[in-house]
């Protein structure tokens, strides 16, 4: 088991930056992928961006050039540098890690989701 622990969200006015945290139970180099997901109200859970162990990055066409993925292996924490923040920027965000246990085998982790408001 891996827990996620998810800080750092709050209001914050269009064009402001917060800075997101993913704490893991477990060392974020023993996951084989973690990213971050968000979903407004009444929408669909989206995928914002994404992180391997290798370093290997990609993210959502929505959240390009204002959103930045990072990790420090050795706090295990996961991060998301948001600037530039947009109204539609709005939604609980969630921290999620791939661990790949075999071919036949995959455990998927979830954080509880932080709350991220932007006013206008």
């Known amino acids: 088991q891996v827990q996620l622990v998810e800080s750092g969200g709050g209001l914050v006015q269009a064009g402001g930056s917060l800075r997101l945290s993913c704490a893991a139970s477990?060392?974020?180099?023993?996951?084989?992928?973690m990213a971050w997901y968000r979903q407004a109200p009444g929408k669909q859970r989206e995928f914002v961006e994404r992180i391997t162990n290798g370093d290997a990055t990609n993210y959502a066409d929505s959240v390009k050039g204002r959103f930045t993925i990072s990790r420090d292996n050795a706090k295990n924490t996961l991060y998301l540098q948001m600037s530039s923040l947009k109204p539609e920027d709005t939604a609980v965000y969630y921290c999620h890690a791939h661990e790949v246990r075999s071919s036949a085998r995959t455990n998927e982790f979830w954080g509880q989701g932080t709350q991220v408001t932007v006013s206008s």
């Open positions: 477990r060392r974020v180099l023993s996951l084989d992928a």
